[in-house]
């Protein structure tokens, strides 16, 4: 995730949905909300929990620019790739 001046956070979740909300409307206290990290721009799904943890502290470990490329390659837009995910809806789950 980013923020508008593009400040990166990786974590790891088993809710992406929920956990995307979390961030935009700002409900953890911590470094995603005093960054203001709002913006999907970047996941992998995978689907053993170890391997999630393992992945997120590998690219933890790297340098911005190799973040940067990472991103760089699925979305050289920097899109929120969860734009439209809560159009119209109070937050996850909700029609």
Partial sequence: ?????????????????????EHKEALN????QKYKIKKLIYCEQINRAQTAIDRE????????SKKVELINRMNPDW?????????????????
Avoid at 8 to 20: E, K, S
Avoid at 57 to 64: A, G, H, L
Wanted: net charge positive; aromatic share 12%.
């Fill in 1 to 21: 995730m980013a923020s508008k001046s593009g400040t990166l956070y990786t974590g790891v979740t088993n809710d992406l949905t929920r956990r995307v909300f």
């Fill in 29 to 32: 206290s911590g470094f995603t």
């Fill in 57 to 64: 502290k590998q690219i933890k470990r790297w340098r911005r």
């Fill in 79 to 95: 899109n929120d790739l969860s734009e439209e995910w809560f159009k119209g809806s109070v937050g996850p789950g909700t029609d």
